[in-house]
């Protein structure tokens, strides 16, 4: 008896860590999937560029930047990060970090990251560098396999 119930604990035992184990792999594997979205997001701001960004949001998502209600991703590339680009010379982030939570079917976010804008030069060639210490929260669904963003709020203050 006492065999048949050891047998029977070490069976539950190992069950449960092989579950347990493709649980933790399964999460890692879904944190890379977020990280790259929102990787390639920051690049496309980078190369100055919204070609392949709006695959990467929902259609009904909502943008928030610093106190501001954006919109859709749609409303807020037309009338204002899209309009902005054209006037960048460049955009750069530095010190940049992503953490990830995984709770399906949804990602939470958190970057952090110092952002260096150089603005096009004027009409007397000056240029203006606008350099500030940033912070982006956003909020994924996976949806039919593909992992878009939903909600997404940045602000940012001067660098200390």
Do not use: C
Request: no cysteine; net charge neutral; proline share 2%.
């Amino acid at each position: 008896m006492k065999t048949l119930k050891l047998t029977i604990f070490l069976t539950l035992l190992t069950f449960g860590s092989v579950q347990m184990f493709s649980q933790v792999v399964n999460t890692e594997t879904e944190k890379k999937a977020v990280i790259k979205i929102m990787e390639a997001y920051k690049d496309a701001l980078q190369n100055l560029t919204t070609e392949g960004t709006f695959e990467l949001f929902s259609e009904d998502s909502k943008v928030f930047e610093s106190g501001g209600v954006e919109g859709s991703y749609t409303h807020y590339i037309e009338h204002h990060l899209g309009p902005e680009l054209g006037h960048f010379k460049s955009f750069t982030f530095s010190d940049y970090e992503i953490e990830v939570e995984v709770d399906a079917p949804y990602a939470f976010t958190t970057e952090t990251y110092i952002y260096t804008i150089v603005l096009n030069p004027n009409e007397k060639g000056e240029t203006r560098t606008i350099s500030k210490k940033g912070v982006a929260t956003s909020i994924l669904k996976k949806n039919e396999g593909k992992w878009k963003i939903i909600k997404t709020h940045s602000s940012s203050r001067n660098k200390k």
